[in-house]
């Protein structure tokens, strides 16, 4: 039985997402489109992206209710993604949402994209509640936070130069691979040898909670320089693997050596990378080793998607905390209580 059902926008960059997630956390429908014109740059134009929101979005909703099997009177407040993202396309979702919200007479909820990667660990994991260390892994950021209670954290590292998600796409692309390149690593990387080459571990030594990813870039392009292209094709997957392991190994040793240091009995897993094979096995057993719990996100809520936002939505629904109509996306860094 549900009390309520939410209607949850996300286009914070390329992809356009919408959802329906009920009071109990349950995904009625999530359906995202994706961009594919933006692969002929290599990269994201944030100009077309966000005037392909503004022809997505209409029919996605659309969709998204048929596929709920309900109505748009069925829909009791509507959620978006207000920051981080593209100003551009956090400003489509933004002003959709506040346009649906007003016309329906419902309230508007304001989500934190890095708190809705969180959250995506309630659509598997619903009774999960803090405290908990959360280790927020994406293409854009790679924060260490502690939860004392869902409104209430602090951020016990981060990165000092890229993103984990942003290693993983670099490297690929200077290994000739596709884009995303976290998924194709991991990928490859299942056939290759991790001690292959031996790449270095950012801050690993240091007595902190921080990471690093811009020494293992430079430590991958200077290993492929002086190699011959066959050599490097017929071990790509030793490479790759051996690139995987030297993103991944921090990113659990400093999860473990916080989780340590202050008995912490549950770990989360979140953000696109969260869905990286290796990390989740070696958290596992790591996690293990000092009894404590590990959750992450059911696969198809890793990356981003709209039912994440929803899922955050409900817990403000509840809170009764309300965006006003005068709403509009900021720019910012990271995780944050909007
Ligand atoms: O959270 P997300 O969907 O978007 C941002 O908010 O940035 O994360 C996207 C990132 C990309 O860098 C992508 O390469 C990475 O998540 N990613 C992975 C895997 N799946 C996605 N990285 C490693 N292994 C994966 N299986
Ligand atoms: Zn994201």
Do not use: W
């Amino acid at each position: 039985m549900s009390d309520f059902n939410i209607l949850a926008i996300e286009t914070s960059c390329d992809d356009t997402s919408v959802a329906v997630v009920d009071s109990e956390y349950r995904v009625l429908a999530n359906l995202t489109s994706t961009q594919d014109i933006h692969q002929q740059y290599g990269g994201v134009v944030p100009e077309l992206a966000s005037r392909l929101h503004i022809k997505y979005l209409m029919p996605l909703v659309a969709d998204c209710l048929k596929k709920a099997g309900i109505t748009i009177k069925d829909i009791d407040a509507v959620a978006v993604a207000i920051n981080p993202g593209l100003i551009g396309s956090l400003l489509v979702g933004t002003s959709f949402a506040k346009s649906l919200a007003y016309s329906l007479s419902k309230p508007l909820i304001a989500v934190n994209h890095m708190l809705g990667h969180v959250y995506a660990n309630k659509l598997t994991h619903p009774h999960l509640v803090p405290p908990y260390l959360a280790l927020v892994v994406s293409g854009g950021h790679t924060e260490l936070v502690f939860f004392s209670n869902q409104r209430e954290f602090k951020i016990v590292g981060r990165t000092q130069d890229d993103a984990a998600g942003e290693a993983f796409d670099k490297i690929a692309k200077l290994l000739g691979l596709g884009f995303p390149g976290g998924p194709i690593i991991d990928k490859l990387a299942s056939e290759g040898n991790p001690q292959f080459v031996k790449f270095p571990r950012g801050m690993n030594k240091k007595d902190n909670y921080n990471f690093s990813f811009s020494g293992l870039k430079t430590a991958v392009l200077n290993y492929l320089e002086d190699k011959d292209p066959e050599y490097i094709k017929e071990h790509l997957a030793d490479i790759a693997a051996s690139a995987q392991m030297a993103i991944v190994e921090p990113l659990v040793t400093k999860t473990l050596r916080f989780a340590r240091n202050n008995n912490i009995m549950y770990v989360v897993l979140a953000g696109g990378v969260s869905a990286n094979s290796l990390l989740r096995r070696l958290m596992q057993e790591e996690t293990a080793n000092i009894s404590a719990n590990l959750y992450y996100p059911d696969l198809q809520y890793c990356m981003d998607n709209a039912a994440m936002i929803g899922a955050a939505a409900v817990d403000k629904y509840k809170n009764g905390d309300f965006a006003s109509l005068d709403l509009n996306p900021f720019p910012t860094k990271g995780l944050r209580v909007v």
